[in-house]
Structures are given as C-alpha cells and as structure tokens.
C-alpha cells in the first residue's frame, strides 16, 4: 500500500471513529434523558425524541461510511493485486 492509499484509510477510519463516538455521546444523551423523564417533567418527551431521531441518523451514516471502507478497501486490494500481476509477469 503506497503512502496515499494508507492516508485514505487513515481519514476514513478517522470519520468513523468521530461519527461512533457521536452515536455513544448521543445515547448517553438519551439514556440521561430518558432517566429525567421518568422523573415526570413532560417537556423531555419531545426533545429525547429528537436526540432518537439523532442516533438513528448517525447509526444510517456510521452504515454509509462502513460501506464505502469496505468499497476503498476492495478497490486498494484490486489495484495492489493488478500491480503485483504487472510486475510478476
């Protein structure tokens, strides 16, 4: 892997790891607002429903990003393997 394509990986698992540790932040806020909630202030309702909408936006593009890994991953392996054959043969 030449130090371009270990850049991309690098930036990549960069994102995912910031946009995990959003999903963690997230339910830790919705795990605290539940528990207020539960202490009868009705207000949270609606904002604890936001920060559900939150986390499942963030779960959908922890998804995307895993997808597109996989695919760089795929595409860096072909190109390795293609130059390996160039220059084995």
């Keep these: 892997m ?3 394509e270990a850049q991309i990986v690098t930036v990549v698992f960069s994102v995912i790891g910031g946009v995990a540790a959003l999903g963690m932040v997230l339910r830790f806020a ?3 607002r539940e528990l207020e909630a539960q202490g009868g202030d009705p207000e949270l309702g609606p904002a604890v429903d936001a920060l559900r ?3 499942h936006e963030t779960q ?3 998804a995307d990003l895993q997808e597109r890994l996989d695919f760089a991953e795929r ?3 072909a190109g390795r393997e293609s130059q ?3 220059k084995g043969g």
Aim: proline content about 6%.
């Design 2 to 4: 030449g130090p371009f």
């Design 30 to 32: 919705i795990r605290r």
């Design 53 to 55: 909408e939150d986390l």
């Design 60 to 62: 959908a593009q922890i």
């Design 75 to 77: 595409v860096l392996t």
């Design 84 to 86: 390996d054959q160039t």
